[in-house]
């Protein structure tokens, strides 16, 4: 299963393991009755990639019924642990709660090591962690090939691959009740620094869980990228503009001089080159001409994506974030402040009513005229409400059927926003794209999200339509009963062609429902609202004072 990056979900290592999962099962239990008379691994049984494990750990590794003990040290040696892992564990865990909640009650966890195999973290069903703390799979327990036998954690750090390993493919007995999938964590050089891995039961194996767990792996090293790059010139790419925002897009780092300090997975395949090929590279080497230039050029292009050509002819479009200018500290989810007092204002109504939406749980509808105030809209949320929230992103225009129904299904499963320290934004662009029979199935999905009381959704959500969604209601072309499920405050963004007095007039109305929709919801507390819209207390004074 390729992507148009060169990303496979599923490696040729892992992909002989998911055809029959009761032969493969049936397989591993002869395998493993031969083994124990004969001492080796027989040929023709297994995965490759498992038989290999299996002739390791006869050689170096725990006998086949050993009986693992929980015994996860002391405690202030894991949280020694963590606080060496700090910055992987920050950027893990929101992404791990996110993943948890798509297999919950499944009988399965989510785990997250360090580069030895050293449990950092794990969650799951309660029923399933007791079970699983039987066989040390718990935090403080070191989970490597050598001293667990195979397993999905230290096999995909010996493999330096994603990894399922099922059932009675586990080498030692006592963890044959398990069915894991892992891939191993890259920090931003390419350096493995973990593992994400999903447990369950083996009697409720799915080919679709490795599947989830690289997806998981590629947020959370983007993730590491941005946070290693925040000084640096990021430039985003991809062959297709509907690809940048996701998890296809490529991701290079440059020096304020044009070096290449740093190059994903995805970046290296749309530039052509191995990953090794790229050192000592400079922006202009792979574009053709300086960073200044390219970057004068992408500002100009905004909010649209700007092509340009790299060395080898082939057309990529670009979005460039520029390093910011240092002026001491700035927290990584900096609020719209007085920083940004100079914004154009659009940008400002739209992020308050955003922020609003995200805070206050009242869906949001956002209403376009043109095809640039419609494609810079995702790339303008995620660029000021993503960074502290966790963010879902779905373009209803492009969109395969297999990811539509996966997406419902991860929308019907998550829980309430009630005491998450980091809270979800689910975006769902042009929706007025969707067809009767997908419009009938995202209402059947936002229905079984609402919370038990049947009032509100688990998450934050907002949408985005080409014109005014009442007029695809009255043609028949969008059904009232979802326009009014994601209607819940409608901002209408006015087209390039209006006039300016007109613009800013609307402009203003919508910053000043903002305003008064915060202090209704924080009871009049002038503090309390500057928080929900992501505003400095003095900026909502002055935005009072306009008004």
Known sequence: MPHADGYSIFSTKEAGMLDQTTDAERNALRAHDLMRRTG?????????????SWRRCLETGPRLDLRPEFDPGRRDALDLMRHRNMTLVDHALPIMETLYEQIANTQSMVVLSDAGGYILHSLGDDDFLVKAQ????????EWSESL?????????????????????QHFLSANHFLTCSAAPLHDPYGRIVGVLDVTGDHRRFSPHTL????????MIENHLFYHAFQDAFVVRLHARPEFLGTLCEGLAAFSEDGDLLSVNQSGAFQFGLAEGALSNRCFEDLFGLPLPAAHDLAARAAPAPCPLLLHNGIRVFVRINAAPRKSGAVPAAAPADEARAGAEPRTDALIAAARLAVSGGIPLLIEYEDDTAGSS????????????????????AHLPASHYEQFLASLMRRTPRNGQQ????VFLGNV???DPARQARLVSALQAALLPQGRDLPFALIASSRGKIKKHVARQAFRDDLAYRLSGRIIALPGRTQSSDASSADLDSITRQAIEAALDAADGNVSAAARRLGISRSTLYRRLRGA
């Not at 809209?377 to 209803?396: G, K, M, P, S, Y």
């Open 148 to 168: 667990r036998g195979t397993n999905a954690i230290g096999t995909a750090l010996t493999e330096r691959a994603p990894v399922v390993v099922h059932a009675a």
């Open 211 to 218: 599947a989830l767990a690289n997806m998981s792996v590629k």
């Open 377 to 396: 809209l995702a790339e303008c949320l995620r660029q000021h409400i993503a960074r502290d929230a966790v963010w879902l992103e779905l373009d209803c």
């Open 432 to 434: 007025h794209e969707l």
């Open 40 to 52: 080796r691994p027989p040929a023709g049984l297994l995965p490759n990639l498992i038989e290999s």
């Open 422 to 425: 980091v809270p979800e934004m």
């Open 134 to 141: 039987r066989v040390a799979l718990s935090p403080g327990v």
